[in-house]
Structure formats: C-alpha cells, structure tokens
C-alpha cells in the first residue's frame, strides 16, 4: 500500500468513528453543489472542519473571520461553532464562488449570522477596518497564498489579546522547506510564518498533517497583549 492511500485510509478511519454524522446533508449538498459549480476540490477534510469548528468553540468566538469561502464548506463548520448572536465574515474574491457559497450557508440555515462579501480581500479587509468591527475571536486565512503576508498583518489589526488565527496550507507538499524553491506561494507562506515567528504581538506553532489532503499542515498564532 502506497503511503497516500494508507493516509486516506486512516483519515476515513477517523471520519468513520469520530465523525459519523459528516458530512451532514448540509455539509454534504455544499460539497456536492460546489463541484457541480466547477469550483476548485481543494475545502478542507471533514476532521480539518471540525477541528476548526472545535477551536472557535474553545475560543467561545462571537466574531470570526474567514479570508477564502470557496463554496462555503469550511464556512459552515466555523459559523456552527456561533452562539445565535454570533457573526462570521467571510471574504471571496470570485463572484462565481460567493454564489455557490451563499446558497450552501443559507441552506445550512446560517445566512442570518454568515455575512459573505465579494471581492479581493486586500480591498475588502480595509473597508472592514473602516467599520471599526469587534474584534475577531478567530481568523481562518486560506486564500490567495502569494498574499499570506499581507493577510497576516490585516488579522494582527482585527483582533485583539487571545485571538487565534489559523494559516492554512503552509507545508506546500514540503516546498516551504526546500531553499531553492521561489514558487510565489511558498515565498508568500514562508513571508507569513516568519511573521508569525518573529512579531512581538503573536505566540504561534505550525503542524504538519498527512490525511485526505495529502501532505500539508497549518500554523496557529495567539494574539498577545
């Protein structure tokens, strides 16, 4: 058995016993839809949700910012982490991709709390700034990664003391390690991680992870004072 197919064969284990609900109809129609669509096959796993859905919940976050809906899915586990009063941003470049989004979120009965707006994010994230919002309990960056950086500092300014934000995708296949590698989107996660790494505000880690997605992994930083 090749490595990958045993990887996926235990994260399948692991949906199975600890997961057997996911996806839901929900979970599932927006994964479904979202292919229909055409749109990228790169929403994270359902143990990738529900971590992300289990960390919003130890955050007790009413605020949440995402920076990347897709078609919605890891959106849906991070607005079910909400109390009712809860709000959840979330900032998508492509329309096409907002459309299918919100039709999965207000199908999932979270289009009250879930606010999706359209465009590129670095222009959304001042006009947000501009609304002198509370500050967000959580951050979920998994966008455009060339501008990891720049999404890194936008997240330093919306939140405050105790707030996570979670860096998606930052191994790369392992890229992000090899020095002669100037692919712009390893260039732009290694650019966040020596953020995360050196700013005096954040106090953060990175895993790696092999799963359904193969071989990649995240980075969490906490907010200090």
């Known amino acids: 058995m090749s490595e990958q197919r045993l990887w996926h064969e235990v994260d399948d284990y692991f949906t199975d016993r600890l997961l057997p609900d996911a996806p839901d109809d929900a979970l599932a129609a927006a994964l479904r ?45 991070l607005g079910r982490a909400l109390p009712a009063d809860g709000r959840l ?49 959580v951050v979920f960056i998994d966008a455009d990664k060339v501008n990891n950086p720049h999404y890194m500092e936008w997240a330093l300014r919306l939140t405050s003391t105790g707030s996570l934000i979670v860096l998606d995708n930052v191994v790369r296949g392992g890229r992000v390690a090899d020095p002669d590698n100037t692919d712009p989107d390893v260039l732009g996660t290694r650019a966040a991680l020596d953020l995360i790494g050196g700013h005096p505000r954040l106090s953060g880690t990175a895993l790696q992870t092999v799963g359904a997605k193969d071989y990649d992994g995240f980075a969490l930083a906490r907010v200090l004072a």
């Open 89 to 137: 941003v979330s900032l998508e470049y492509d329309p096409r991709h907002a459309e299918v989004a919100v039709r999965n979120i207000a199908r999932a009965g979270l289009d009250k709390q879930v606010e999706v707006r359209v465009g590129p994010a670095l222009e959304s994230l001042p006009r947000l700034a501009d609304e002198n919002p509370p500050p967000f309990d």
């Open 33 to 77: 839809d979202s292919d229909a669509a055409g749109l990228p096959k790169i929403a994270v796993s359902p143990l990738q949700g529900k971590l992300l859905q289990l960390l919003a919940q130890l955050q007790g976050a009413r605020n949440i910012l995402e920076i990347g809906t897709l078609g919605g899915y890891s959106t849906i586990w």
